[in-house]
């Protein structure tokens, strides 16, 4: 399986700043996704991370909120912007398609995300 | 709408004892995967299960799919203390030489299981 790595590992922000979270994985992937999990909640897809071109989001997230980059085929980047309260949770990059492992989805350690 | 539901929601068990956890969908999907994560860490991909496949079996883990009922079960045998963590299943409609989007996963909910030493 892929090995995948996030930073920052957990954060503490002041609402109204942004962070952007850094997602590298070992091996050249096809897909990348972005998830987000709220306290005690399971995971909800914020977007589709698309190699060259804007990312696909889903409903009720959109990109001057969760900008997402994607410059090639083994990196990423989240920005969570203008930051509330509401936005602390765990971020997780998850990657599928891999050589050996077509279907199967991994997932990076998570990004815990606390903003005051 | 909520693909996935896990049933129960909670589960406490000895250690020893099997475990055993369902998962409900509602459209109809390509795979069902199922995940491990302990507390609020990232998710621990446990084993992959496809639409035409009915039984698979991981180590102590065994899954089984009924796609007719749209759903899923996860038996962990002689659970240990370190299987306490909340697990998740999770649905896609991908297919293999579909690409794009088809890939994203939705998930239930979780069941969080306590294994008791």
């Known amino acids: 399986s892929a090995v995948i790595s996030q930073k920052p590992s957990r954060d503490i922000c002041q609402r109204g700043t942004s962070l952007t979270i850094q997602c590298q994985v070992d091996s050249q992937v096809t897909m990348m996704f972005w998830y987000r999990q709220q306290p005690g909640q399971s995971l909800t897809l914020i977007a589709t991370a698309n190699q060259g071109s804007e990312a696909t989001y889903e409903s009720g997230f959109v990109i001057d909120k969760f900008p997402i980059s994607r410059p090639n085929l083994t990196f990423s980047t989240l920005t969570v912007s203008n930051m509330s309260p509401e936005d602390s949770s765990i971020y997780l990059c998850s990657v599928a398609g891999t050589v050996q492992r077509l279907d199967e989805q991994f997932f990076g350690p998570g990004t815990r995300l606390t903003v005051l | 709408s909520q693909q996935g539901e896990e049933d129960p929601q909670a589960l406490s068990i000895q250690e020893g004892e099997n475990a055993t956890m369902n998962c409900s969908y509602k459209?109809?999907?390509?795979?069902l995967q199922w995940y491990r994560q302990n507390s609020g860490r990232g998710l621990v991909h446990l084993i992959l299960?496809?639409?035409?496949?009915r039984e698979k079996h991981s180590g102590r883990l065994r899954v089984t799919l009924d796609t007719s009922k749209k759903s899923s079960s996860l038996l962990i045998t002689a659970s240990r203390a370190a299987d306490t963590a909340s697990y998740f299943c999770a649905t896609d409609n991908a297919l293999a030489n579909s690409g794009g989007s088809n890939y994203k996963l939705t998930f239930g909910k979780g069941t969080l299981l306590t294994v008791n030493p």
């Open positions: 299960i496809r639409s035409n496949e």
């Open positions: 459209t109809s999907i390509n795979n």
